[in-house]
């Protein structure tokens, strides 16, 4: 993916909350349907980070219009991902076109192969959450407790090459944002 790319905005599934997406990461503006935080288990993370947007204005959540439904479904039988389809699928692709059609660039975050086909029968963008940069690693640093060096968690020896203590392991969960923004 390109530099900083000019999206107008952003429609987020369920599985991209569940994935460790963080809307305040983003500086697009982002959409989401009912369905998808009923989703979401409630006082989860995932649920939480919804709920925080949300209520930060962040988020926008909108229910799609029963005429896109109905379109939705037509492109889904004619692309053979009919019975593939949640109902959370379709509202997403729903609100999509229905958002398209008032003159906005939507682009679906999904990883979900049927969503991506349907978006595509019917011009609309998608990216998947890798393509947007955000990735959640387990990140295992080896560190001595004593000097504080760090060593790369290949490092054969149990002990500080220096000051000899014995070495620790840490495993940190890490977001890795694009963008210039760090996440250490
Ligand atoms: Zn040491």
């Known amino acids: 993916m390109g530099n900083s790319p000019h999206w107008q905005l952003l429609i987020l599934d369920a599985s991209a909350f569940i994935m460790g997406y963080e ?10 349907v009912p369905s998808v935080l009923r989703e979401l288990i409630p006082e989860s993370t995932p649920w939480i ?27 889904s039988v004619k692309v053979g991902e009919g019975k593939k389809l949640s109902d959370t699928d379709r509202d ?11 003159g906005k660039e939507p682009v679906i975050v999904s990883d979900d192969y049927s969503i991506q086909n349907i978006a595509e029968s019917k011009g609309i963008r998608y990216i998947s959450l ?55």
Do not use: H, W
């Not at 997403?92 to 008032?102: G, P, Y």
């Open 23 to 32: 809307p305040s990461n983003i500086k697009t503006k982002q959409f989401s």
């Open 49 to 75: 980070r919804f709920m925080i947007a949300l209520e930060g204005c962040l988020l926008q959540v909108q229910a799609p219009t029963e005429s896109y439904l109905k379109e939705v479904e037509k492109a």
């Open 92 to 102: 997403i692709l729903a609100l999509a076109l229905e958002l398209k059609d008032r």
């Open 130 to 184: 890798s393509t947007l940069g955000i990735r959640y690693l387990l990140k295992r640093t080896l560190y001595c407790p004593a000097c504080y060096r760090r060593y790369p968690s290949s490092y054969i020896s149990e002990t500080c090459r220096v000051c000899g203590t014995k070495l620790r392991r840490r495993t940190t969960r890490k977001t890795l944002a694009t963008r210039g923004e760090k996440g250490e």
